[in-house]
């Protein structure tokens, strides 16, 4: 017998048979987001964030416009109770914002966990217990009645702690832990008695979280859940229904959209799907799912390269390139006929009229992306061999995200002339098309190595000198600080390579770069006879493509104020 058999497993528990309501409904309107970053997805993470990389992850959920964020577990963990401390003391939450707080049923936990929250304008307290059978039997060894007073006991700690803080604005939180793989009459019974505690009102009401805390069944059985529950629980009007879906069949986003039918308001998730075991329900690509559907969602999306690079940065886990919606190469087209099909469509696409492009479901200007990385040519449109032609005669390593950009201008060439483009010409596009050596141009600069890196970089703007200064942890870095500093603008890296072009004296070092320029991706490109040297003029030549105007109007107000 074959060792992978099927038969150790059972199907998850039934739904007992009802009249569904969600296959007949659509979705509307957005939910109420709730950020799990800081929280699940920490805790899911080989190295826990440190204090400071939670504070730039609240920044970004915040700038991206979620209202409830849940900020940690304050009673298990001191760098959680750290973080929810300066939260308050350094007046960090905003006036519609609030804070969430998970802990377990257990009293001296639920002491220290509002402990933690004195002090705030508004909190939401999340309490849970595990409920499914295989917890009942196998880890806890009790029956029904003995978790339900697990759960009782903890909603009157809760209430009866949040009494003593009339000054905060409480609300109460229920999971029953697990419901994904528990009787769906022992979650309404369990909620049930939760509710008997807290006396939920339309005007006060109480969440109850209803999670795939382990995906065991198909989006539509989650679906039915929901449905399920939200017909059968007393006090429908003073409740909230929350779902929490997991990735473990890879279905978290399809259940989390199905739950909203099913009755769901509010849904919690994380920025990118970070989360144990496959993740969490990803925030971003449900909220783009609503997106391309007409329906607004609520958050600010425009800028996913800012919401990758801080996620990133923050857990450590790169993004898959073809990742739904935000991936590096999700609006790029390999196929000669995807590539017709595109091309074709853009060309009559009106500004006026609903969006109809052949393979791309959303404009990808909508979100800072553009055209040039929608075409990509390769061996399957006849005219492969780019990258390949450049290093094998002159050593040019491309970094991909450089080649698929510079791919279209290639083609647009390659449709003039008869025949295939030889190496030379081909080079003689990319430096055409990302080096551009005016307005700006760099003078000449003095780095100070000692601490972090201290950069003097002078400038000519059409002849007008200017001198910029800037400290960063990179050449690159300090001249994005004294760029900002000086012009206002939002710049910020979202690629960077370089490479030497030979060897020994006789060696030049090239530099690409792809910066994020007011919400939209530019890149340069140039060669020096050192790599500051050849870094710092590809930045010029990205600030340059993207915008003579705007480059020397900002440059000259500042050398003005300056004088």
């Known amino acids: 017998m074959s060792r992978f058999d099927h038969r150790k497993y059972r199907p998850a528990p039934r739904v007992p048979a009802f009249d569904r309501q969600w296959p007949d409904r659509d979705l509307v309107a957005a939910p109420t987001w709730v950020s799990e970053d800081l929280r699940d997805g920490n805790q899911a993470l080989l190295e826990p964030m440190s204090v400071e990389q939670k504070q730039r992850f609240w920044h970004q959920i915040i700038k991206v416009g979620i209202k409830e ?107 029953p832990e697990s419901f994904s793989s528990t009787e769906i009459d022992f979650s309404l019974d369990i909620c049930e008695a939760v509710m008997d505690v807290w006396q939920p009102t339309p005007d006060n009401k109480c969440i109850l979280n209803l999670p795939t805390t382990v995906e065991v069944a198909g989006p539509h059985h989650h679906a039915d859940q929901i449905d399920y529950f939200c017909q059968h629980i007393s006090r429908r009007d003073s409740v909230i229904i929350s779902v929490h879906t997991h990735n473990d069949r890879g279905g978290a986003v399809a259940a989390a959209e199905l739950a909203m039918l099913a009755g769901a308001e509010r849904v919690e998730g994380t920025l990118l799907g970070n989360g144990e075991r496959t993740g969490n329900m990803d925030i971003v690509t449900l909220a783009m799912n609503l997106y391309s559907q007409g329906i607004d969602p609520e958050l600010d999306l425009s800028r996913p390269d800012e919401i990758i690079q801080v996620v990133q940065e923050c857990t450590g886990i790169p993004m898959h390139p073809r990742h739904p919606w935000v991936g590096e ?52 449109s006849g005219k492969g061999g780019m990258a390949f032609l450049l290093e094998r005669d002159y050593g040019i390593s491309l970094p991909r995200w450089m080649a698929l950009e510079l791919a279209p201008a290639v083609q647009a060439v390659s449709e003039t002339v008869n025949g295939e483009l030889s190496s030379a010409r081909i080079r003689d596009v990319l430096v055409e098309t990302f080096t551009q050596c005016a307005p700006l141009t760099l003078s000449g600069y003095r780095l100070d190595r000692e601490a972090s890196e201290h950069l003097t970089v002078s400038l000519d703007d059409n002849g007008q000198a200017l001198r910029l200064s800037g400290q960063g942890n990179g050449v690159i870095s300090a001249f994005m600080a004294a760029w900002q500093q000086h012009t206002g603008r939002s710049v910020s890296v979202v690629d960077y390579s370089e490479h030497a072009l030979g060897e020994g004296s006789d060696a030049v070092a090239i530099a690409f770069v792809q910066l994020n320029v007011d919400g939209q991706r530019v890149s340069g490109m140039a060669e020096d006879g050192d790599t500051v040297g050849a870094s710092l003029k590809a930045v010029l030549s990205a600030l340059n493509r993207a915008g003579h105007e705007a480059v020397s109007t900002g440059l000259a107000s500042e050398a003005s104020a300056l004088a």
Not at 148 to 157: E, N, P, T
Not at 331 to 358: C, M, N
Request: with cysteine; charged share 30%; proline share 4%.
């Open 329 to 380: 190469m999700v609006y790029t087209a390999f196929s000669g006929s995807h590539q017709d099909a595109i091309r074709k469509s853009l060309k009559k696409q009106q500004d006026d009229e609903p969006w109809q492009v052949a393979y791309l479901p959303i404009d990808p200007r909508d979100i800072g992306r553009d055209y040039q990385a929608v075409i990509r040519v390769n061996s399957q």
């Open 69 to 175: 964020v849940m900020v940690g577990f304050p009673s298990a963990s001191q760098p959680d109770y750290d973080f929810v401390r300066w939260l308050i003391e350094e007046d960090q939450i905003p006036d519609d914002v609030t804070i969430a707080v998970l802990v377990q049923c257990r009293e001296h936990l639920i002491e220290r966990t509002f402990e933690s929250l004195v002090g705030a304008k508004r909190a939401i307290v999340h309490l849970y217990n595990s409920t499914s059978t295989v917890q009942r039997e196998r880890v806890f060894e009790m029956d029904r009645a003995g978790i339900v007073d697990i759960a009782v006991q903890g909603a009157s700690w809760v209430k009866e702690r949040a009494a003593r803080y009339p000054d905060v604005d409480w609300r109460f939180e229920y999971t």
